[in-house]
């Protein structure tokens, strides 16, 4: 399995991320994005992918929580990053609306700007989207046919917003969201609709564990490792073999990012 969505970075892994990367791989796990959601989060993402070769991946880009603090300096640092193999994406870059930490037309502008560096270096992109589906659709639609692959990461939208993003063809990143009994009921009916070749599975640990693991873990964080829990949760809910949606996770992951 490939998890689409890890935050190493993170300061919840920085006493133990060797042993996180080998819990992963125990448990079956072939392979990981490290996300980038600033400069400095970018650059460590692709240190730590350097780290592990063969193995993880990183995106280059910046969240919109952190839209706010951008310089024009900024994207020539994200441009640079991109230049580096391990390097497989622009991104975490999209809207938030639902916490607004920054100004939404700064979230806008910076969105649009790394819309427009992808597609200079026709990479794909690592988005993100939360209550704000229809302005982020209205700036991403122009830039589709200038982009060589787009995944909206960790999806949680309504029914109109998910036939949106498959009518414009791009992956869905599905995440443990789906095993929340609270907020995951709308996750749990839309994924049988995924296409088989735009289905992707992810953590984004170390937030959103699974809430339906047993016995329950020890430790509120997320890890890569509990991705074959949801792994088999969507096989359940799709109603097709987990070794199915392994396979069809693992060339949908490598065909949008260009990875082996």
Not at 205 to 217: T, V
Not at 233 to 252: G, M, S
Request: net charge negative; hydrophobic share 40%.
């Amino acid at each position: 399995m490939i998890d689409i969505g890890v935050n190493l970075t993170s300061t919840r892994f920085e006493q133990d991320r060797d042993t996180v990367v080998a819990d992963a791989k125990q448990a079956g796990i072939t392979g990981m994005i490290l996300t980038g959601t600033s400069v400095e989060e970018s650059q460590a993402a692709a240190a730590l992918a350097r780290s592990y070769p063969g193995f993880a991946y990183a995106t280059a880009g910046v969240h919109p929580h952190d839209a706010k603090s951008v310089e024009a300096t900024d994207l020539s640092a994200i441009q640079q990053l991109a230049q580096r193999p391990e390097v497989v994406a622009i991104g975490e870059c999209g809207l938030d609306f639902n916490r607004d930490f920054s100004p939404r037309p700064q979230q806008e502008a910076v969105f649009e700007a790394q819309l427009a560096l992808a597609a200079e270096l026709s990479m794909p992109v690592f988005m993100h989207c939360r209550d704000a589906h229809d302005r982020w659709f209205a700036i991403l639609r122009p830039w589709l046919d200038k982009l060589p692959a787009a995944v909206l990461h960790c999806f949680t939208g309504d029914d109109r917003a998910l036939r949106d993003c498959l009518d414009a063809g791009l992956y869905i990143g599905v995440t443990g969201w789906l095993c929340d009994e609270r907020r995951g009921q709308q996750l749990q009916q839309q994924v049988s609709w995924l296409p088989n070749d735009r289905l992707m599975i992810e953590t984004d640990a170390p937030y959103l564990q699974p809430r339906d693991i047993r016995p329950r873990p020890k430790r509120s964080r997320n890890e890569p490792k509990y991705l074959p829990h949801i792994a088999q949760t969507v096989a359940r809910l799709r109603q097709q073999p987990v070794e199915h949606i392994i396979d069809c996770t693992i060339k949908n992951t490598q065909r949008c990012f260009s990875i082996q």
